[in-house]
């Protein structure tokens, strides 16, 4: 729910480039498995205090601020109250070991489906609403006390989240947990490694290969025509954001997609990196892109460069088959 997400799964999207080729000749790269080590986790501290008598949990939220200049190029940054969010409250209920965040009850509303829920939160290291608790992937109706149950937490799946709660500060942990990524993670997406290697190739989709039995897919190796390629994982979590790694190896050469995210600390804003700072902004429109107000989240990856690189492990028997199957616009 958008009211009790704490406003720390920010939606991001943008695009920086990274070097994604190698001759590393990796001829086995090692499978995901449940007991890999995927780092410390990603940290977020922000202000906040809790009004025990209503149980109302307030967030004194700052933010980072463009402020372009005559010249929109030449922006500075800023880290300010962000009033936008001035009124960024939830309701927080103790029962027993269970932590439920909803919305503030001013925002209730049993037509809205942000506005109708709480989140689930469970501990046994807690003194009240003091402590550690961990996030689920449950929510129930305030009204009805039905309850939920799903793979996203915070609008993410295949992650743990913890929250430590003190008397003047709210902290979430996120952590990738490994035993609950979903397919789409762990294993080849069929049809993004379509894209990922067809380059020009017309309309070559993967229906066509796949119908005509062209390439076969189990968990992390798939099998295009007589060309084999593996997947591994080298995601992490760690103090620069949520790492996504992924490098696909075949004939001994890799290329490794990376997709980062998270949010601006003060000390980042400061810093006033602004190919990091503006990442995870609309690119498409320069007016947009150099807007004055708040930014919260960073994202970046480097899929063109990627795409290139995989491009290049293509053998030339590869390359042959895939523009034979490919269907191309006459006009």
């Known amino acids: ?36 080590s995927y780092g410390d986790g990603y940290r977020i501290t922000i202000p906040a205090k809790i009004d025990e008598a209503s149980g109302l949990f307030y967030q004194n939220t700052y933010s980072c601020f463009y402020h372009p200049s005559a010249d929109i190029h030449v922006g500075t940054f800023a880290w300010e109250q962000d009033t936008l969010f001035e009124d960024n409250i939830n309701s927080i209920k103790v029962e027993g070991d269970s932590l439920w965040i909803g919305p503030n009850p001013s925002d209730y509303d049993p037509e809205d489906y942000y506005y109708r829920y709480e989140d689930l939160a469970i501990s046994n290291n807690h003194d009240g609403i ?10 129930r109706d305030i009204a009805t006390k039905e309850i939920e149950c799903g793979p996203y937490i915070n609008n993410l799946s295949g992650i743990a989240v913890d929250m430590i709660i003190t008397k003047d500060s709210s902290t979430t942990i996120y952590k990738i947990d490994s035993t609950a990524l979903d397919d789409s993670f762990k294993s080849i997406n069929t049809g993004h490694f379509i894209n990922y290697v067809k380059y020009d190739m017309g309309s070559l989709t993967k229906d066509s290969l796949v119908a005509a039995g062209a390439i076969q897919v189990e968990s992390n190796i798939i099998k295009l025509n007589t060309q084999t390629f593996t997947l591994s994982d080298a995601s992490h979590f760690d103090d620069t954001g949520m790492n996504y790694v992924n490098i696909y190896t075949s004939n001994g050469k890799s290329c490794t997609l990376e997709e980062s995210m998270g949010f601006i600390s003060k000390e980042q804003c400061l810093a006033g990196d602004e190919e990091l700072l503006l990442s995870g902004r609309d690119h498409s429109d320069e007016k947009w892109l150099y807007e004055e107000g708040p930014i919260n989240g960073f994202s970046y990856d480097n899929r063109p460069e990627f795409k290139n690189c995989m491009h290049s492990l293509l053998t030339q028997e590869t390359i042959e088959f895939l523009n034979a199957n490919a269907e191309y616009d006459e006009n």
């Open 130 to 139: 003091y402590g550690t608790w961990k996030k689920t992937g449950c929510k």
């Open 1 to 36: 729910m958008k009211s009790s997400s704490l406003k720390l799964a920010s939606a991001f999207a943008a695009a920086i480039a990274f070097c994604a080729c190698s001759d590393d000749n990796v001829s086995n790269p090692q499978n995901d498995s449940p007991a890999k």
